[in-house]
């Protein structure tokens, strides 16, 4: 009977390899440094996409944001800096300010009307048989996958004031005042077509989402629910809405980021008339700068843009990570 009386070693092993032909050898280390660099290297083609063709332009607009760049400097080639004379012009002004609220108040209109409409949405997909659910996600797959411009275009045709199809559905329905009604006359009504726009292109993404996410939550929870009495409300109250709460953070903040540079849409349903009364941040900043030919500004107002939709986006992800600590 032998008695071990060694204590084995209390540092690291090293892996050992060992074959036929002889004794074992260490496994090099250096396999280990490739393996943990592999995920590293595969993420580099989409980070150097991401740097030529975000980053780059973004550090040329910051640039051009304090340049008086206007058409004779363009032709002539000459850079010319006036320093924050642009940010300063634009800060003190009031439209700026004016422009920043309206498109603000866009942004919560629509994500509140996008989140609310594809939340039913999606939850009916829930509810629906196989077939009607197939026809419905069709349906809003290509509603999506139409482009935006193509999309705009369609809602001009249906809001036209002589032959719009809208103008003739409410003539023959009694309000004959309709008839001849121009859409982009007023404020208030192009916002409307641009609302209704944006809601119907965006409500395919959180139902789709929304739908997705409801197939994640066990039917023992359903079940139990029903056992303890619970009714169709307090089952959503109590199983859907909890974990569908996630999603619903992660749709909203996309939303938020989505609407808030609506450009195409509001450009082109009438280029942010009547008298610049529907312009938001990019349609100005895009005015300012290339209507206008003020380049310069027009970089600082985008520059502002983005920084307005930075703060926003943080003071959204601030909230629901204070949600979340409540929650634990």
């Known amino acids: 009977m032998t008695v071990q009386t060694e204590r084995p070693p209390s540092g690291p092993v090293d892996v050992t390899k060992r074959d036929e032909s002889g004794p074992a050898r260490p496994r090099p280390r250096a396999a280990f440094r490739a393996g943990a660099l592999t995920p590293y290297l595969l993420l580099l083609p989409a980070c150097a996409a991401t740097v030529l063709l975000l980053g780059w332009p973004l550090v040329k607009d910051v640039l051009l944001s304090f340049q008086n760049l206007n058409m004779a400097q363009l032709i002539q080639h000459v850079t010319e800096w006036n320093g924050v004379d642009n940010y300063k012009e634009v800060l003190t002004g009031e439209d700026f300010w004016r422009v920043t609220l309206r498109s603000i108040l866009f942004t919560a209109v629509n994500v509140a009307l996008i989140m609310v409409a594809g939340a039913l949405v999606g939850l009916l997909l829930a509810r629906l048989g196989k077939r ?58 192009t916002f409307f077509v ?129 949600q979340e600590e409540d929650e634990l």
């Open 132 to 189: 009607m659910r197939v026809l419905l996600l069709v349906g809003l797959v290509l509603a999506w996958a139409m482009p935006v411009v193509a999309a705009t275009t369609v809602y001009q045709w249906l809001f036209a004031q002589r032959f719009g199809v809208v103008n003739w559905v409410l003539d023959r329905l009694g309000w004959h005042s309709m008839a001849d009604y121009s859409w982009t006359s007023s404020q208030m009504s």
């Open 194 to 322: 641009v609302t209704v726009l944006i809601v119907w292109m965006s409500i395919p993404f959180v139902a789709i989402n929304l739908y997705a996410a409801t197939t994640t939550i066990p039917s023992e929870l359903y079940e139990a629910a029903s056992l303890d009495g619970a009714g169709g409300w307090k089952s959503f109250t109590t199983v859907t809405l909890p974990f569908l709460r996630p999603f619903l953070y992660a749709t909203t903040f996309l939303e938020i980021i989505w609407v808030f540079k609506a450009f195409v849409q509001v450009f082109t349903i009438n280029g942010g008339g009547p008298d610049r009364l529907t312009e938001i941040l990019p349609v100005y900043a895009y005015i300012e700068g290339v209507g206008n030919q003020h380049y310069g500004m027009g970089a600082a107002i985008a520059v502002l843009t983005i920084l307005i939709l930075l703060g926003l986006t943080a003071y959204y992800l601030r909230i629901v990570l204070k």
